[in-house]
């Protein structure tokens, strides 16, 4: 069964733990902060780059268009469509939401795990398969549906 774990940046020591995990119980992951996972050489943590988007002084279609993110946004969109399954590791931005949804709309299996920052929610979360609070629940669900 192959997986993707969708998340964000600051969530990747989780993501890190999360995909050492599920790839010693013998899945195949794709993890997005993991230079070797990657067939691009290019991989893009925030802090890489500290301008953030103003509108005051910026066009949103001349900031967004940078060639790494293109290659990074176009890899990410091919391992979704490899994968089996898409883990949404909460709490997490719109990137990671954004990449989880699109495997949902492939109909990929999705499993939300964790819970949104404190006031957050999102009523698209029902679209799920299943939700998990833990790993154990994780390979539980993962485990059912390789049976199935």
């Known amino acids: 069964m192959k997986l993707y774990i969708s ?18 119980a013998g899945f195949e992951v794709f993890d997005f902060t993991n230079q070797q996972h990657r067939k691009t050489s290019v991989i893009c ?21 940078r060639p790494e993110w293109y290659k990074v946004v176009d890899e990410n969109k091919q391992m979704i469509q490899w994968s089996d399954v898409i883990i949404l590791l909460l709490p997490c931005g719109n990137d990671a939401h954004s990449d989880w949804a699109y495997g949902v709309g492939l109909g990929k299996k999705s499993i939300v795990y964790g819970h949104p920052g404190r006031g957050s929610r999102s009523p698209v979360h029902l679209w799920t398969d299943a939700f998990a609070v833990n790993f154990t629940e994780i390979e539980d669900i993962l485990q059912y549906w390789k049976e199935s």
């Open 7 to 24: 998340s964000s940046w600051s969530n990747r020591e989780q993501v890190g733990i999360l995909a050492t995990s599920l790839l010693t």
């Open 45 to 65: 943590p925030p802090e890489k780059y500290q301008n953030t988007f103003d509108p005051d002084i910026q066009e949103y279609r001349d900031y967004i268009r």
